[in-house]
């Protein structure tokens, strides 16, 4: 009787049955991403804590954009309804981007549940939604986890609700942002500085970034559009002032 020869099999030629980590999510911006070399962890939930006016939107909307373009769904799940259209707009001819609006901020982590189900998003961002109960909590990141997604939450104590692997705070720089002036047909509203930092997910570490996109011209509300009336036209004849309706005055710059 003879025994079976036994093979030894090294530790590097094992390697290859082992499938490769997947690499998260990028923002796009090179400051960012120099902090976050493998990006946003797939299968688990990254806590964002960013109040209103603070950057965070136009941070998460930046992060959309290069999960679009990298052929992957994103569905945004804005619970308070704070996310101008105007803002979003450009991201629809990318690829699948949903923007859902619950009736209520409880039922927003019902949307997150079905989206996170359907397995079609590499990205699901909940916004400014209340605090779910703890089974809720446990519910989504093992949805996460079996549907290899990115969860990101944004709001106040996401990070103790959820147990968070990452957590990121945003805050806006005092000298990044200068308005445009209302009908000077300038960009808006137009990149902004915000300040990142890492504080859950490794050693703390922060970076300013610029963050935003000019609006396209047909999606600026009527105070950032130049008036041009009243100037040389070449090649076109005046109408002059017969019919036409006075201009209703200027709004002033809305309060930040």
């Known amino acids: 009787m003879t025994l079976p020869q036994l093979h030894i099999v090294l530790p590097e030629r094992l390697q290859r049955f082992i499938p490769a980590a997947r690499r998260g999510l990028a923002f796009g911006v090179p400051a960012l991403d120099g902090m976050l070399p493998m990006g946003l962890p797939r299968g688990q939930i990254t806590a964002c804590d960013a109040p209103l006016g603070g950057g965070g939107t136009a941070l ?4 959309a954009e290069t999960t679009l373009r990298a052929d992957e769904g994103v569905a945004f799940v804005d619970a308070a309804r704070t996310l101008a259209p105007q803002a979003a707009a450009h991201l629809a001819g990318l690829g699948p981007f949903w923007v859902i609006r619950p009736r209520g901020t409880e039922s927003a982590w019902w949307c997150a549940d079905v989206l996170l189900r359907t397995g079609a998003f590499g990205l699901v ?31 106040a104590g996401a990070d103790a609700t959820f147990g968070a692997a990452l957590r990121l705070a945003v805050r806006a720089s005092a000298s990044g942002f200068i308005p445009a002036v ?14 990142v930092t890492i504080e859950k997910g490794g050693a703390p570490r922060a970076a300013e970034v610029s963050v935003g996109a000019p609006l396209p011209h047909r999606l600026r509300p009527h105070w950032a559009v130049r008036d041009r009336r009243g100037e040389p036209a070449a090649g076109r004849r ?3 002032g017969r019919g036409q309706r006075q201009r209703a005055a200027q709004p002033d710059w809305p309060a930040r």
């Open 125 to 155: 961002v909940v916004d400014q939604a209340s605090a779910p109960a703890r089974p809720v909590a446990v519910r989504l990141q093992r949805l996460a986890r079996d549907k290899d997604a990115v969860l990101v939450v944004r709001g």
């Open 60 to 63: 998460l909307l930046a992060l």
């Open 182 to 195: 209302p009908g000077s047909g300038a960009a808006w509203p137009g990149p902004r500085t915000v300040r």
């Open 238 to 240: 005046s109408l002059g």
